[in-house]
């Protein structure tokens, strides 16, 4: 590269000499040039770290040097210590022979727990809300990162700070173990549990704080968040003094691994939600996350399947069909929330024959094709988890108080889906059609609609016989709460005809959204720009230019 | 970084193209076009609150524009946002910094973002930290700087990856007359290495000297765009004219009111004061005529309007 720079004689009058001698670089501008072994490794070192996340590396500095978190170290450190001296002042000197491991580790627990529900998710919401609100992220976002990288980055430095804190612990923990009085397994189970709770409530921290734009809605979801993570620490520490310190847990392998998994699907959601969120408003946002979407559900038939294997209970059918339709009402609310209107970019890759129209459509982003993803794909789940039940069913192994057949349950839990979504889609329209895209209106329109689902009929009881009755009736249809609760009773629904009529109601629902829907599909492929065309050519060639050159200079 | 295979593109390299921008009942941006060649430096200049930033946010896909488009070497900043940043570097008026931070790590950790590894990334430090002076800086924290210093660290921070284009929204803003002075200079060295250059300003003699046309803009409505030259000829039908001659002037006072095209011709001791309405390509023959008649002139010039009420006069609607 023979470049002559006109900028040899400007920055000799900007940069001040000192007593005519240049300044030296910062370590940071300077390749590494170790002589030997030493040398080599840092290079290799070197080379090891352009690959992380720039956001980590960043961060990472940053943290090093922020009083903020070493005084949470700090304190982490000082609470196990002192935790420890606690326990053994206490015990002594019956500690030599009395297996008392369990005692300091619910310390332990509580002390990392603090730390990891509480402190870290807390954090990666600030962080990256800071970065929105102060304007630094802006300057990202005109960088080469993309919005996952910068998200996953934000996820990076929340996953080193869990690995200091957890390496903190460690000791302490070995400590435990050998007082004896508790398992290793049980050590283990603790911390991934506690490790998987952190990752999906930071995950869920930035999907949060991708929403807060503005102070007033920031503080708000900082005090949603705080009571979140407040109220799962508190679970989980009930759980976990409870049912894993306890030590009368048993299980296969895969009984462990299959929830943990689906728990950790939504870290993967979360984040894929939170990269969406920030990404340019004229990128396709959606079709990744219908992905995964579709791949979680997947994780979750394959759970539950085999859940009701090995325990032999078809409730968790039951169970499973019901978890669907909530995450599909839930995730069809959030869709109906797209935007209507798609960006020359996104109809670049709109499907243009009439076979790929039909098949792949539903990946592309806006309401209509959302809506339709939401409802194909629980349909699809719900008959797999169905045939999975009937046959259990069939095969008449001792599943004994039967329940409700799988058929009446996708019966009424398509029911509802179709019905309350469609109904959610329906009344929301016009106001989008008004604000534009926004989440606010279905979510509050779907509240609603699930509030007076339970009580409409309520009122209705008590204007015609005065007073709610107490025994379940057809009339109690809508009230999707009481309904469910039926279908886990050992007899089953009754009267079972409640599905069908729960069915065709929202069949018909379904009908005139679809009739609606259709306008959707005026879209038609837009062709790329031949200046794109040429660009990504060109970004080709100087990508196998920058290879070669590498190459040949990794070779001379 | 330009590798032979690499043909440049031909066209603008900013382009806006009929660039709508409405925020509630403001229309921050009405209908802005222009055009903005390879290597030239393009003044864009309005008073505060004319939609100059939300312009130049809309370039540098920041934002989206209610309707139009804008370009970047082409490319849409709207619809290839991420191939319109490789090109960008975007320097806005005002910008948060990272606390626990100095420079040289705030430099370094936009080169790794830009995609600069190894002994690309490092020359590129070397040279950015050089190029803005910051090299004897590079370890002191950011909060501690000077508004002069910071200013050049957003611009290292906006050079770092080398782009063929840059957006600076008033970069001169509250920089005492040395930082000035040196930030001209060092945008004057950047358009002679042949990059394009869009810089804001609210006040028009800051950018005059630098730049090769400005644009003026009001109220979100582009109202003129032209060389500060051609801006200065157009502001009045009838341009100022001095002469100052060596000697008597009652034969040049002669000679000049025999043109057709002088008007209001005075003198004041052996300074000739007169109009014309000739463009300045033809001025040059009133200058012959005098040669011609053996009058010695000293000096022929126009009659310099200040920038400020050029402006004035531009933004006021006198001149469309
Ligand atoms: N995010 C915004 N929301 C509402 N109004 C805005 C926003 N940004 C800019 N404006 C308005 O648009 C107009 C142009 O602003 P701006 O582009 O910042 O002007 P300039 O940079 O020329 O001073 C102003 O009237 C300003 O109040
Ligand atoms: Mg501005």
Same mark, same amino acid.
């Given at each position: 590269m023979s470049e002559v720079d006109p900028a040899t004689e400007l920055s000799s009058s900007l940069s001040p000499q000192v007593d005519g001698a240049a300044i030296p670089y910062p370590s940071l501008a300077l390749d590494p040039d170790g002589q030997g072994l030493v040398g080599k490794l840092e290079r290799v070192f070197d080379g090891l770290v352009s690959h992380l996340n720039p956001i980590l590396i960043k961060e990472a500095r940053q943290s090093l040097k922020s009083r903020q978190f070493l005084i949470t170290f700090f304190l982490l450190l000082t609470a196990s210590v002192g935790w420890t001296v606690i326990g053994i002042v206490t015990y002594s000197p019956d500690i030599y022979y009395l297996p008392s491991g369990m005692d300091l580790m619910s310390g332990y627990y509580l002390v990392l727990s603090m730390a990891m529900f509480v402190f870290i998710p807390l954090v990666a919401f600030r962080s990256l809300a800071a970065e929105l609100d102060e304007g630094t992220y802006e300057m990202l976002a005109i960088t080469r990162l993309s919005a996952w990288r910068i998200v996953s980055g934000k996820m990076n430095s929340a996953c080193l700070q869990m690995l200091i804190y957890f390496s903190a612990i460690f000791p302490c923990l070995a400590f435990c173990y050998l007082l004896r009085g508790i398992g290793l397994s049980t050590i283990m189970l603790t911390m991934v549990l506690v490790l998987v709770t952190s990752l999906v409530l930071t995950s869920f921290g930035l999907v949060l704080s991708t929403i807060a734009k503005g102070r007033t809605l920031q503080t708000f979801l900082l005090v949603g968040l705080v009571a979140l993570v407040v109220f799962t620490e508190f679970m989980m520490s009930l759980f976990i003094m409870e049912e894993?310190?306890?030590?009368?847990w048993s299980g296969t392998f895969l009984g462990y691994f299959l929830p943990i998994l689906v728990a950790l699907s939504f870290v993967v959601l979360f984040l894929s939600a939170a990269a969406s969120r920030i990404a340019p408003v004229t990128e396709n946002r959606s079709t990744r996350l219908r992905a995964i979407m579709l791949v979680q559900q997947v994780l979750w038939i394959v759970t539950i399947v085999y859940a009701a294997w090995a325990t032999e209970e078809i409730e968790f059918i039951t169970l499973g069909m019901m978890m669907l339709t909530v995450y599909w009402f839930f995730v069809g609310i959030l869709v109906?929330?797209?935007?209507?209107e798609l960006s020359p970019r996104v109809l670049r890759e709109w499907p243009s024959t009439y076979a790929t129209r039909m098949l792949l459509s539903w990946w592309m982003p806006g309401p209509g094709t959302g809506f339709m993803f939401c409802l194909s794909t629980a349909m699809a789940g719900m008959i797999t988890l169905a045939a999975m039940g009937l046959l259990a069913w069939s095969s008449n192994v001792t599943l004994g108080n039967s329940g409700t057949s799988p058929i009446y349950l996708i019966l009424l839990n398509s029911g509802y889906l179709f019905g309350y979504l469609g109904l959610v889609r329906l009344i929301s329209m016009p106001m989008l059609k008004r604000w534009g895209p926004t989440f606010v209106p279905p979510i509050i329109v779907g509240v609603l609609l699930l509030f007076l689902g339970v009580v409409g009929p309520s009122v209705v009881d008590v204007v015609l016989a005065g007073r709610v009755s107490g025994t379940y009736n057809p009339l109690h249809a809508s009230n999707w709460f009481w309904t469910w609760e039926k279908t886990f009773n050992s007899q089953g629904l009754r009267p079972i005809e409640v599905s069908l009529m729960v069915f065709i109601v929202g069949t018909f629902i379904l009908a005139v959204n679809l009739i609606l829907l259709f306008r959707e599909f005026k879209f038609q492929r837009v062709a790329v720009p031949d200046r794109v065309t040429e660009d990504k050519r060109e970004q080709r060639l100087a990508e196998a230019g920058t290879a070669s050159a590498d190459e040949s200079e990794s070779v001379s | 970084m330009n590798s032979p295979l690499r043909t440049p593109w031909q066209g603008p390299m900013i382009e806006l193209q009929q660039l709508t921008k409405v925020f509630g009942d403001t229309r921050a941006v009405n209908n802005v076009s222009f055009m903005v060649p390879r290597g030239s430096v393009f003044g864009y200049i309005g008073p505060n609150g004319a939609g100059k930033t939300t312009s130049m946010r809309i370039l540098s896909t920041l934002e989206l524009p209610t309707s139009g488009d804008a370009f970047i070497e082409g490319l849409?900043?709207?619809?290839?946002p991420d191939r319109v940043r490789r090109r960008l570097g975007f320097m806005p008026d005002a910008f948060g910094t990272y606390s626990d931070t100095n420079c040289a790590e705030y430099l370094d950790f936009f080169a790794r973002s830009n995609g600069l590894v190894g002994r690309e990334r490092t020359r590129r430090l070397r040279w950015v930290m050089d190029f803005t002076g910051l090299r004897s800086m590079? $370890?002191?924290?950011?909060?501690?700087?000077s508004k002069g210093m910071r200013q050049r660290l957003c611009l290292g921070r906006a050079l770092i990856h080398d782009p063929s284009t840059l957006i600076l929204d008033e970069p001169a803003a509250g920089l005492d007359p040395r930082a000035r002075i040196d930030l001209r200079q060092i945008i004057r060295t950047l358009a002679a290495d042949g990059k394009t250059i869009l810089i804001s300003s609210h006040i028009l003699s800051e950018l005059a000297e630098m730049c090769d046309r400005v644009g003026i803009i009001e109220r979100g409505t582009l109202l003129a765009n032209d060389t500060v030259a051609g801006l200065k000829g157009k502001s009045k039908p009838h341009q100022d004219l001095i002469v100052l001659i060596d000697g008597d002037p009652t034969a040049a006072m002669q000679v000049l009111s $025999?043109?057709?095209?002088?008007?209001?011709l005075e003198h004041r001791g052996q300074a000739i004061h007169f109009q014309t309405g000739v463009g300045a390509d033809r001025r040059i023959e009133i200058l012959h005529r005098l040669c011609d008649a053996r009058v010695r002139v000293l000096e022929y010039r126009p009659v310099d309007e200040s920038l400020e009420d050029l402006f004035l006069k531009v933004t006021t609607g006198q001149v469309q």
């Open positions: 894993v310190f306890s030590e009368r109906c929330g797209e935007a209507r | 849409s900043s709207v619809n290839d590079s $370890e002191k924290p950011i909060n501690g700087l $025999e043109i057709p095209t002088v008007a209001n």
